[in-house]
């Protein structure tokens, strides 16, 4: 009698421990507010950085496409770094050919002892059905142009006027913005973080001069212009745990 209550007792201990284990895990998966950054990605250099992407790069696109059918019609790629406006190393760029392209953000939070999300997360543009367009925003109907610029068919998005051709057509692309703007591969390019209502949105852009420019409205700015109204052109890019790299 006794004996069975001491191994009932220790099935209860352990049971116990096991479910104390299991709720620290998820507690450790679960998102409670923003998370402390990690200094983990600063232990490798941006070539590192490189070379690693362009590893997962190589073996996503490349080495096993053959047998993810969204894949199949890749012929190659061009890599390159984006910054933030501290000049620090955020995204890899991946311009895939004969179109699209993959945003590789770095992980800035990840530590080694994460569970969910790894170093380098992927946003793809890559189906043949993506497109995006560029845009501006006119708070004031009095100061958008006559032509060149139609009003989408969102009403949400009522003060976004889009680039149209000569026909009012919206004009769509699959490249990235770079390589839709032709920017040198050798000037430095960006994707300047910004917050609107608490969330990050991106804005891809390069310098010039003293001033950004805007590679979704194709229109100079200075950072000290912008605010959390969001009045200004910007692409959101979001992350889930199925996109590790």
């Given at each position: 009698m006794a004996n069975?209550?001491?191994?009932?007792?220790?099935?209860?201990i352990c049971l116990t421990i096991v479910l104390v284990l299991c709720l620290s895990l998820l507690c450790a998966c679960i998102d409670n507010g923003k998370p402390a950054p990690s200094d983990y990605w600063k232990l490798f250099s941006e070539e590192e950085h490189l070379a690693a992407v362009t590893a997962r790069v190589e073996k996503r696109y490349i080495k096993n496409h053959y047998d993810k059918s969204d894949y199949d019609y890749i012929t190659g790629y061009t890599i390159y770094p984006l910054y933030d406006q501290n000049d620090e190393l955020s995204f890899f760029m991946v311009d895939i050919e004969p179109y699209g392209f993959v945003m590789v953000k770095i992980n800035k939070y990840y530590k080694a002892t994460s569970f969910v999300f790894g170093l380098y997360l992927r946003n793809e543009r890559l189906h043949s059905?993506?497109?995006w367009s560029r845009y501006r925003v006119y708070t004031?109907?009095?100061n958008v142009p006559e032509s060149g610029w139609v009003q989408g068919e969102n009403t949400y998005y009522s003060e976004r006027y889009y680039e149209a051709d000569e026909n009012g057509e919206i004009i769509k692309y699959m490249d990235s913005y770079f390589k839709v703007a032709g920017i040198a591969q050798d000037e430095r390019k960006y994707m300047l973080e910004m917050k609107i209502n608490g969330d990050s949105v991106y804005i891809p852009a390069v310098k010039r001069g003293d001033k950004w420019l805007n590679l979704i409205s194709m229109e100079e700015?200075?950072?000290?212009?912008?605010?959390?109204?969001?009045?200004?052109?910007y692409d959101y890019v979001s992350y889930t745990k199925e996109d590790n790299l």
């Open positions: 069975s209550r001491m191994k009932l007792i220790g099935k209860i059905n993506y497109e004031d109907s009095a700015f200075d950072l000290d212009s912008l605010s959390e109204d969001g009045n200004y052109a």
